[in-house]
């Protein structure tokens, strides 16, 4: 479909066609220590064979809704399961199954919460609590089958980020950067924001984007809408910027002058990392600023500015993918609905619902959702069964069925993909694993996840590690 | 003529298909890479996996006649079914299978077909054989080598004919000796006294000074704490704080008083178990509590016991065995002889560990990790034992008779305050959590690591199959494991931990791969000085400070790290060590070091965490419960980086920008990065700020040196060596527009002086204390200073 699309070129072309670079910034096309990674990386730090066939995304934008949302309310109708609401679970159902905080109790099915309909021409079933959602129909593939190995959050969401539970392997954001580097000059190639809102928040570790035993500028960077959006991005009190000039051009002075002697190699790269670092401190807080933006803009995402929010994120998503960032991970914690389940699925769909399908609709007005892969969904889904904590009722965490959807980057619109059972238990139909779901964001940006390998502790290790994965062609454009 | 020397060379050196036409082919050197990478995932250890019932890992598996196909016929290449199926003009025939992606190169097939045709045989894995003490090399630049060490390179070096670098100018020898044994640099004055002494014993001297610092200590903790992922927090979910800052005083203090490292090792693995355990031995246990747990809601015990099971191994085969058994928590290794019954059956020599009471620890932080006790740290201690001591002393002088009456009343004074300390030290008693054995769980080996699966075989306690056994009566214990790792017949332990030593010391290992000593690791530089190093520190009783003494006094360890044109053509990687190697300080020592020249550290030895500043919001995504980090007010700030708070989720910004681990797992080796990120730390950190202008007025303080003089006195500080005239002009028109702005605008001075907790300048102008902050900024930000050289 891109025949004409070589990343690589792009972003040499990118690159090069930059005249305002600065001092050394030629060698901060290497940014890693040379010693610490293999010599066949390309300048934006890309790999020499990737990708490995004409990639149908450029970027992600992956909407972690972390916590784990229930499928049964948002995309996985069971008119079953409402049947038999307060009714025992059939044990058929759960023997031997791995339970969470419903371990030991009596185990009842609660019906769906919300009332489902078909949307767009393509007749997708979503629930009535996702309403703006419901209008992008057409542009998203659902998948209803999706299913985990982990039952906690924890290690859940290492499955999600890093194909295994075993902390210490890079994130996806990091083998996507690792892999295919950095369209930006002076932007990370991995970007990490987290918005609040719902039940109290799940906490979520920076082990969920860090990079592993992958060199650490593949880690996902942090960056924060309220406050200083990057640590340390800016100038001390009292220093103005002609003066950290100064005191930046100080260094690389002197370090040129200590470079006749000793000849290493490294130094250069740090000279030229602190020229990258002092035009971060304009470039991120330019970027983050959302001033500049139109008042209609703002209003359909639903923010006044960079407050937090996840609306704001969304939008800085679309900024960030605009200036060449290769992964964002937008998180919004408050999916976690052990109870009162109506109450705070109504208070992350409000936060939640809009801004997505404002991003997704804004990435299609700038023809940019063609290359830009969208995900929505969390670490797990819930139980089909009732669980009784807080005001009213809620579900469990639940691991063997739930659903997320994907659009643009080379994704089919308007199509369901798999099935749970008649309760909503088991992913039955065309289960797709979460090594499943990561090969076929892999193979949408050029790479073949067999392929993309680094060597660490004697072992060739990937991202969709040693049990076959298999690519989700059936949603595929 | 065409140079040859580097094909030459990089024969000898290079660890795949290495051997030239006429030599000897060795298999751990040539063939086991080949082997273990192309054909082990399929045709090795792990039997459930094994195609066409065909192993390559063994010498009788590779002989073995299967229906009259032979894989390796000694002395017949072209009888082997191996060389048929590697050069088999049919694709699909083939091996390896295009699909596994390991092509062999026409160099490997020929270096197969050379080794069948000179026997195919076969050796033990280096690393698996007992290490015995070889014969010293002979080397023909005699005069060279300053003790045993320098004669194995010298043999490499002289066979490659590369010259070794020469000795690093004394500054520099210095500077890395510090930071190499303390971790700090040298003050101004320790470089004068070095620079002055010119005796032969100058440097032994210096080492000795060193080694007996109580910043040794400190310095190979921060090591020994990353390999056994010592962290204040619990690292799962809510990664709330445990109680274990007592466990790194006792590393410190073990390194410190040079605990022979077999003790070392017992007491952590088993210090509960001896008969009696002192309080030291059990804050040791404390490292079987290290790993990583959750206290999320909805945890299920039976998953978690064997998650925790698993981690324990992981850590002990990485930290002892430089062992990679992760990977037989599901199923035989790939390409190691360890077995999943392995895996297990240590499991089963560590299911006295009660993990029980972990569970019960709720989300709140401080969790409980019971069992816990209540301590002092072997520094206080140490200082309660020294006071009582003193007033014994003093008692004595009192209670002569002829004491005049102000002496007397001068020493019941002095005993007073004796006492009001040593009330102040027993309050210090700190939590630890330690080992505390129970009746060992029966464990079942989990049919690929799957803890639903109750169908697997009980498993006994031994250690695994392939290496010594334990004679023991009775179920192996913890002391029976420790006690086997530094037996003579265990032939990794002592191998791997000389091997970081030198790592520590050089930058690299002799066998690269520090955390891998199987068959996918890579084979030593120089295995005979790693078995000799290895020998050596058993023999002399496993002595850690004699083997840092060792090294360091050897002329391989003073060379200097500037390479010379012929390093940089025949040996780029230094593999020979033909030179030092010059690497950027650890994220600990780059803290330390902005500390240490400014004046502000406090270089107390052990205790609490220490809280730096950090950004504000960083602990925003920690819950159950919610986290505020208060920076410490007091000189707790200023300690070394060794003691930060080490949260496991959200590492302290500054650590984790120069690459510090967050010790989830076992980290042997650091990644050495080089980042927008590092360098945006070193410019605006306010620990850095503060440092800066500190320092500014310990420059001011100079009065009788001009702006020249002061310059050059400032550089001496921070670099210990002198500056040359170019480097002094770029600081002084770093001052001069410094200086202009911040007279021009002085409130500006003051918003940049306002950083950080010491006490304001008063006696200097403010412009004046913010332009000189500017010079020293620019110094704490150069390459130079943050490196090793």
């Given amino acids: 479909m891109h025949p004409d699309f070589d990343a690589h070129a792009l972003s040499r072309r990118t690159f090069l066609g930059q005249t305002s670079l600065g001092l050394g910034a030629a060698a901060a096309l290497s940014l890693i220590d040379p010693a610490s990674i293999a010599a066949d990386s390309t300048p934006l730090g890309g790999l020499a064979n990737l990708p490995h066939f004409a990639p149908r995304a450029k970027r992600v934008i992956f909407l972690y809704m972390s916590g784990g949302p229930s499928h049964l309310e948002t995309f996985d109708y069971k008119p079953e399961l409402e049947r038999l609401d307060g009714q025992p679970m059939p044990t058929s159902f759960t023997a031997g199954q791995p339970i969470a905080q419903l371990q030991g109790q009596e185990l009842k099915c609660l019906g769906p919460q919300y009332k489902f309909q078909r949307h767009g021409e393509s007749g997708q079933e979503i629930a009535d609590i996702l309403p703006e959602t419901a209008k992008i129909a057409d542009d998203i593939a659902i998948i209803r089958s999706l299913h985990t190995d982990q039952i906690n959050h924890d290690p859940a969401h290492t499955v999600m980020n890093t194909g295994t539970s075993i902390s210490g392997r890079p994130s996806m954001g990091s083998w996507i950067t690792y892999g295919l580097g950095s369209e930006s000059r002076d932007l990370p190639g991995f970007v990490v924001l987290t918005s609040v809102g719902g039940r109290n928040p799940q906490p979520i570790s920076s082990r969920q984007w860090a990079s592993g035993f992958l060199p650490s500028r593949f880690q996902g960077v942090e960056f924060y809408s309220k406050g200083d959006p990057v640590h340390y991005v800016r100038d001390p009190a009292g220093v103005t910027r002609a003066q950290q000039r100064q005191v930046v051009d100080a260094v690389s002075e002197l370090n040129r002058i200590r470079q006749r002697t000793v000849a290493n190699p490294e130094l250069e790269t740090r000279i030229a990392q602190l020229e990258l670092a002092f035009r971060m401190q304009e470039s991120i807080p330019r970027l983050m600023d959302l001033s500049s933006e139109p008042k209609h803009v703002l209003e359909s995402y639903g923010t006044t500015g960079s407050d937090g929010s996840f609306a704001a994120n969304c939008l800085l998503a679309r900024r960030l993918a605009e200036n060449g960032v290769r992964f964002i991970q937008l998180y919004h914690r408050g999916w976690d609905h052990h109870g009162d389940l109506t109450r705070y699925m109504e208070t992350c769909c409000r936060l939640c619902d809009g801004p997505t399908a404002a991003l997704v609709n804004d990435l299609k007005a700038r023809d940019m959702l063609k290359d830009t892969l969208v995900i929505w969904g969390g670490e797990f889904g819930r139980t089909p069964m009732f669980q009784g904590k807080g005001q009213s009722a809620g579900r469990d965490h639940h691991i063997k069925g739930f659903s997320m959807w994907l659009a643009g980057g080379g994704v089919k619109g308007g199509v369901t993909y798999g099935a749970t059972d008649e309760l909503g238990y088991h992913a039955v139909e065309n289960p797709v694993h979460v090594r499943d779901l990561h090969a076929t964001i892999l193979h949408q940006l050029g790479i073949d996840h067999r392929r993309l390998s680094i060597k660490a502790q004697g072992l060739d290790m990937r991202l969709t590690g040693v049990e076959p994965a298999r690519v989700v062609k059936e949603i595929l454009a | ?789």
Avoid at chain 2, 323 to 333: I, K, L, P, Q, S
Avoid at chain 2, 457 to 480: H, Q, V
Avoid at chain 2, 556 to 565: A, F, K, L, V
């Fill in chain 2, 1 to 789: 003529m065409h140079d040859l020397r580097p094909v030459v060379l990089s024969l000898l050196i290079a660890f795949a298909a290495t051997a030239s036409a006429d030599e000897r082919i060795a298999f751990n050197r040539d063939i086991r890479p080949i082997l273990s990478d192309k054909c082990f995932a399929c045709h090795g250890p792990d039997k459930n996996h094994r195609q066409a019932e065909l192993r390559l890992d063994t010498r009788d598996g590779a002989r073995a006649d299967r229906d009259g196909s032979i894989a390796v016929v000694p002395g017949k290449p072209d009888e082997s079914a191996l060389v048929e199926r590697i050069t088999h003009a049919d694709a699909d025939l083939r091996m390896p299978p295009a699909e596994a992606r390991k092509d062999l190169t026409p160099a490997e097939i020929d270096l197969l077909r050379r080794w069948i045709a000179a026997g195919a045989v076969y050796e033990d894995h280096w690393a698996y054989v007992p290490p015995k003490r070889p014969d010293l090399p002979a080397v023909a630049q005699r005069g060279w080598a300053a003790n045993e060490i320098d004669l194995f390179l010298l043999e490499k070096l002289e066979a490659a004919k590369l010259a070794p670098a020469p000795e690093a100018d004394q500054v520099t020898l210095l500077r890395r000796l510090h930071f190499d044994l303390i971790g700090l640099p040298p003050t101004p004055a320790e470089v004068d006294a070095f620079l002055a002494d010119d005796s032969p014993e100058a440097w032994e001297r210096v080492v000795d000074r060193l080694l007996a610092s109580p910043h040794y200590g400190e310095r190979m903790a921060m090591y020994w704490l990353d390999l056994v992922r010592y962290a204040d927090t619990v690292g799962y979910h809510g990664d709330q704080e445990h109680h274990t800052t007592l466990y790194r005083d006792y590393v410190i203090q073990a390194f410190r008083e040079n605990k022979p490292f077999d003790v070392f090792t017992l007491e952590q693995l088993a210090g509960d178990l001896l008969p009696e355990p002192t309080v030291d031995q059990r804050i040791a246990s404390g490292y079987n509590r290290l790993l990583q747990t959750s206290h999320e809601g909805g945890v299920q015990q039976k998953e978690y016991l064997a998650k925790y099971g698993a981690d324990r191994v992981r850590n002990f085969s990485a930290v002892w065995l430089g062992g990679t058994m992760g990977c037989a928590e599901c199923h035989d290794h790939k390409y190691d002889p360890y077995t999943q019954a392995d895996f297990y059956s240590l499991i089963a020599i560590l299911a006295d560990i009660d993990d029980f009471q972990t569970f019960k620890g709720g989300d709140t932080s401080p969790t409980k990790r019971l069992p816990e006790i209540e301590a002092l740290s072997p520094f206080d201690r140490q200082r309660i034992a020294d006071i009582d001591a003193e007033i014994v002393a003093l008692g004595r002088q009192t209670g002569e008779g002829d004491a005049a009456v102000e002496t007397r009343a001068d020493v019941e004074t002095q005993i007073a305050a004796l006492r009001t300390e040593r009330e102040q030290l027993e309050k210090r008693v700190r939590k630890q959590m330690v080992t505390a054995a129970i009746e060992p769980r029966p464990i079942r080996l989990l049919p690929r690591g799957d803890w639903l699966d109750d169908s697997g075989p009980l498993m006994t306690a031994r250690t695994p199959e392939f290496l010594p056994g334990i004679a023991a009566e009775g179920r192996i214990s913890r002391l029976d494991l420790a006690r086997w790792l530094t037996s003579p017949e265990q032939p990794q332990t002592a191998r791997v931990f000389v091997n970081r030593l030198w790592y520590l010391l050089f930058g690299k290992g002799l066998s690269r791969s520090l955390d891998d000593f199987g068959s996918q690791g890579e084979v030593p530089s120089h295995p005979e000085l790693l078995d000799w190093l290895a020998v050596e520190f058993r023999e002399r009783g496993w002595d850690v400070k004699h083997m840092v003494k060792r090294i360091v006094m050897s002329s391989t360890y003073r060379q200097s790290s500037i390479p010379s044109d012929d390093h940089l053509r025949l040996d780029p990687q230094n593999r020979l060590f033909g030179r030092q190697n010059r690497f950027r300080l650890q994220a600990e020592m780059i803290r330390d070091n902005a500390l240490a020249v400014s004046g502000l550290l406090v270089d107390r030895v052990g205790g609490p965490s220490a809280r730096p500043y950090q950004p504000a919001g960083y602990y925003a995504h920690l819950n159950f419960p919610t986290r505020s980090y208060l920076p410490d007010n007091d000189d707790s700030q200023y300690r070394r980086g060794v003691y930060v708070h080490w949260q496991r989720q959200y590492l302290h910004p500054m650590l984790r920008a120069f690459d510090a681990p967050s010790r989830e797992e076992c980290t042997a080796e650091r990644i050495v990065s080089n980042t927008p990120t590092s360098a945006l730390t070193l410019l605006n950190d306010p620990t850095f700020l503060e440092a800066a202008r500190v320092l500014a007025v310990r420059v001011l303080e100079q009065t009788d040196r001009d702006d020249d003089g002061k310059l050059a006195w400032l550089w001496r500080e921070v670099l210990s060596r002198e500056a040359t005239g170019e480097e002094l002009a770029v600081l002084r028109r770093l001052l001069e527009a410094n200086r202009t702005e911040y007279t021009e605008r002085p409130e500006t001075a003051q918003a940049f002086l306002d950083v950080g907790l010491a006490p304001r300048p008063k006696d200097y102008p403010l412009p004046e204390v913010a332009a000189w902050s500017a010079v020293c900024r620019a110094l704490l930000n150069l390459n130079e200073t943050i490196s090793r050289n």
